[in-house]
């Protein structure tokens, strides 16, 4: 029974996906042929699902015209996941033992709360101009690092505060010290929501790593690709970029999930 | 305690792993290609004082103020890369031409107050010229600047032209066409046979000939019966455009019954937004702006069943007056190899000739 929902919920899935392509197809072709158009909107140059993928087949690797070095779709998505993993060990590395303190030290709770409270409410965009104007390097991992470090704080907090407080009592009547509690019995139960936050700031980082190659530009990266591609009227191969970083952000969430399935037994 | 220590581990080895992507990168230093980055003219002059980018191809004024601050020096006026090579041109949009009754004979008129506006600047340019001081003040004003050193700087830069350059045009399209910059099933869907092809329906001559043929008549004398308002189209503080600038303040236009009013969007960051924002949504009539992106917009951004995003040129407005500007420690076009080097966008005029250059010296430039 079970397989043959999952079959069915399967089938239901493939087929929206398909009419959904077919909608799409059908409101461009129509806007061309001045059948129908929505108002305030030139769908006519938005590029079919056919052309889009042809689009995406030819813009895929790195290409050479004369003196011309075009990058690939492939080349472009490599520099933007190298720079949401850098922003992510950054991230990472803050932002886990600042939701420990934060969460289990009363004290440094009070102090940090405050300013993590204003500042995780500024988006990762609005620090895109001091980025600029600021760093000398690293803009788009700095900005990769403040969508994802809020995420990770508040879900580490989270985490911490849900220790059961019986494990922790026992624990202390055994004898054991803060920092063992701490490494044996409250990093443990947080980690779970640590994974969490790690994926929540994952789907944060990867669209503000967007976001900052339009405007922090470098020469290579998924971001910079869309708007070059807009800038020479090449909307199939902008559209081709947008569903690449779709697909892949989607990716990261899935493969997040699945490694949590397999990896903290632990949890339920 | 171990916990933490495997946190740690693995902090080590992604980092590890992320330097030695990093790394990879920067091995092939000698084949490393050149890194153009879009960005504002401001930009560029800021970054290159604060020694971000290496160097910048713009138009000028750009080029002249970062000079004239000592942020650097020229390494190249764009009229070494290609002597004499076209720029900014006159064009007009298509639907407009179709709707509008008159429009050949408003045309005229705009190439002859062009050809009028030219031949005032070329005699005001010299520091002799009783004009000079009135010439600078339009740039300044037009060019968005304060420095008088450096607006007489860029003037000199710039060679203004009124006359059309269908060769120069044929040759753009080819080198255009070469490094990749058509969307290859638009080319075809366009239907030009070749290059030259192209460059002959793009560009109208007769105007100009009216226009020479009237060039000692008194403007008013050859004013339109009615007047006409026209959306007007042109690049911010680009000085190759100070023809139009300076008819529009003297007042050329209005004496041929041509009531200039400044199109929504404008003054347009690029050439590739003044094609895509303007004269393909109908809000651009007449405009100027740099040949490449009418070569690539009329046919990448067009829709061939519409052609909506067909224009005409029928004047010229500048030959030259684009310089890569580079850091001071850097002597030749070689050492900008793995470098990054700022540009006004994809498929600009700076771009194209960027390119040609590289061509030339054997090296490659990403973007």
């Known amino acids: ?268 | 305690m171990k916990i933490l220590l495997k946190i740690l581990l693995f902090v080590i080895l992604s980092l590890f792993i992320a330097g030695c992507l990093g790394i990879g990168e920067k091995t092939q230093d000698a084949s490393r290609p050149i890194n153009l980055v879009k960005m504002s003219g401001q930009d560029m002059v800021q970054r290159l004082g604060a020694g971000e980018i290496a160097g910048f191809i713009m138009w000028e004024p750009y080029p002249a103020i970062a000079t004239t601050k000592g942020y650097g020096k020229n390494l190249l006026f764009s009229g070494k890369i290609w002597e004499g090579h076209p720029c900014c041109v006159v064009a007009y949009d298509y639907n407009w031409y179709i709707n509008t009754k008159n429009a050949d004979e408003i045309l005229r008129r705009m190439a002859l107050v062009q050809l009028k506006s030219v031949e005032y600047i070329n005699n005001a340019k010299p520091t002799n010229s009783p004009e000079h001081e009135a010439l600078i003040n339009y740039t300044l004003e037009f060019g968005g600047m304060t420095d008088r050193a450096a607006a007489n700087l860029s003037l000199q830069d710039v060679d203004f032209v009124y006359n059309t350059n269908v060769p120069g045009a044929t040759t753009f399209i080819k080198k255009i066409q070469d490094f990749g910059i058509f969307d290859t099933g638009k080319w075809i869907q366009s239907g030009y046979f070749n290059a030259s092809d192209y460059a002959n329906s793009l560009i109208t001559e007769n105007y100009v000939d009216w226009a020479v043929m009237n060039k000692d008549a008194n403007l008013k004398s050859v004013s339109l019966r009615e007047p006409v308002t026209i959306r007007y189209g042109y690049l911010v503080n680009d000085i190759h455009e100070l023809p139009f600038y300076v008819a529009w303040k003297k007042g050329y236009y209005n004496d041929v019954g041509i009531n200039i009013t400044i199109a929504e969007g404008a003054p347009f960051q690029n050439g590739a937004f003044e094609m895509q924002k303007g004269f393909k949504a109908d809000t651009v009539d007449v405009g100027s702006l740099g040949i490449p992106p009418v070569i690539i917009h009329r046919i990448n951004s067009n829709d061939f069943t519409k052609d909506d995003a067909r224009v005409g040129v029928i004047a010229g407005m500048n030959n030259e007056g684009s310089v890569i500007v580079v850091a001071n420690n850097i002597t030749s076009f070689k050492d900008l190899r793995g470098k990054t080097v700022g540009y006004p966008g994809p498929g600009t005029i700076q771009h194209v000739l960027f390119l040609m250059q590289a061509d030339k010296e054997g090296l490659k430039v990403s973007y």
Request: glycine share 10%.
């Open chain 1, 1 to 268: 029974m079970k397989i043959d929902s999952e079959r069915k919920g399967l089938a239901i899935n493939i087929l929206s996906l398909f009419c959904f392509l077919l909608l799409w197809h059908a409101l461009v072709m129509m806007a061309r042929n001045d059948i129908f158009n929505i108002p305030f909107m030139r769908l006519r140059d938005i590029p079919t699902p056919i052309e889009t993928w042809y689009a995406l087949l030819g813009s895929m690797f790195t290409k050479t015209y004369g003196p011309a070095l075009t990058y690939g779709i492939a080349d472009h998505t490599r520099a933007s996941l190298l720079r949401v993993v850098e922003g992510g060990i950054i991230a990472f590395i803050v932002g886990v033992p600042v939701g420990i303190g934060v969460g289990y030290s009363k004290l440094l709770g009070n102090i940090l709360n405050p300013i993590i409270e204003i500042v995780r409410n500024m988006p990762p965009m609005a620090w895109i101009p001091l980025a600029i104007f600021i760093l000398v390097a690293g803009g788009s991992i700095f900005i990769v690092f403040i969508g994802m470090v809020f995420p990770i704080i508040l879900n580490t907090v989270h985490g911490v505060k849900s220790t059961d407080s019986r494990l922790i009592d026992a624990a202390k009547t055994l004898g054991a010290s803060e920092s063992k509690i701490v490494t044996l019995v409250v990093i443990p139960s947080a980690f779970p929501s640590i994974m969490t936050g790690l994926r929540i700031g994952l789907g944060v980082g990867w669209m503000a790593i967007v976001a900052a190659e339009m405007v922090i530009r470098s020469p290579v990266g998924l971001g910079y690709f869309i708007w070059n591609m807009g800038d020479l009227g090449r909307y199939a191969e902008m559209v081709a970029g947008m569903i690449v970083i779709g697909v892949i952000g989607y990716v990261m969430n899935i493969s997040i999930l699945v490694l949590q399935k397999r990896f903290i037994r632990w949890v339920d």
